[in-house]
């Protein structure tokens, strides 16, 4: 029986970086999709309303890691648009055919820039912001890695890291198991998807790592088994 008592060290197929573009894009539009269908980038949405509410300043730089198609950036837009919430946005990810990728569905959204950068070698002013985002990416990293990069987050940003992720437990995965074969179109996205919930997180991973960090956080579950995890830098508080 399959065990989701420990994070998996499976690779995503997604992860390859020499992946044929034309099957990336049909992935990455495919989760994309079903994010929308499920309400997940809503709990990202909702966090930086809260941000914003408790912190107004007239100029507000929100970057997002681990970017991919810039799906993520394109509701943010959206919604700033619609708030008038003067702000600068940037796409992070060391995937150049994801970035391609989030270019071309972004030509409408000149407020979005994207960056190539590996985050384990950026210096802290290629990243400083004052909101971080970092949605479905924090699950490709190994602990150790997470760890590491968590704490170098806190460091550069000015309010908050908004992290929102996948929940790993065995109801998820069968339930997903059984949506992704009506929903998904890619096989890519439905081996990826199951791949990506053994990797995912149980509260105490996520509490473990908050105790390490000088900084105010909370976790909060949120549907379709996620967790909504801010963190806040001790400098802001």
């Known amino acids: 029986m399959m065990t989701f008592k420990k994070r998996s060290n499976q690779e ?5 970086l020499d992946l ?10 495919d989760i994309s999709r079903v994010n929308k269908l499920l309400g997940g980038n809503n709990i990202t949405i909702n966090a930086i309303e809260n941000i914003i509410n408790k912190n107004p300043k007239a100029h507000y730089k929100i970057t997002d890691i681990g970017c991919g198609s810039g799906a993520m950036l394109r509701e943010v837009a959206t919604y700033c648009r619609k708030k008038k919430y003067n702000v600068s946005l940037v796409g992070i990810d060391m995937n150049t055919n994801s970035l391609d990728i989030a270019e071309d569905f972004s030509e409408d959204f000149p407020e979005i820039r994207y ?4 985050i384990f070698q950026a210096k802290a002013k290629d990243i ?3 909101i971080l985002l970092c949605t479905l990416t924090l699950h490709h990293f ?18 908050a890291i908004i992290i929102n992720d996948l929940q790993r437990s065995r109801l998820a995965y069968l339930l997903f198991h059984v949506f992704s074969r009506i929903f998904l179109k890619t096989q ?8 990506s919930i053994k990797r995912g997180f149980i509260k105490k991973d996520l509490q473990h790592i908050s ?10 579950w949120k549907w379709a088994f996620r967790y909504l995890w801010v963190i806040k830098p001790n400098k802001t508080i």
């Open 115 to 118: 960056k190539n950068l590996n």
């Open 128 to 130: 400083e912001t004052d």
């Open 12 to 16: 995503e197929l997604m992860d390859n």
């Open 142 to 159: 190994t602990t150790a890695d997470i760890n590491r990069f968590i704490a170098a987050f806190v460091s550069i940003t000015t309010k």
């Open 211 to 220: 105790n390490t960090l000088k900084a105010s956080s909370s976790i909060q």
């Open 188 to 195: 890519l996205a439905r081996i990826d998807g199951l791949i």
């Open 20 to 29: 044929d573009k034309r099957i990336l894009k049909l992935a990455l539009k």
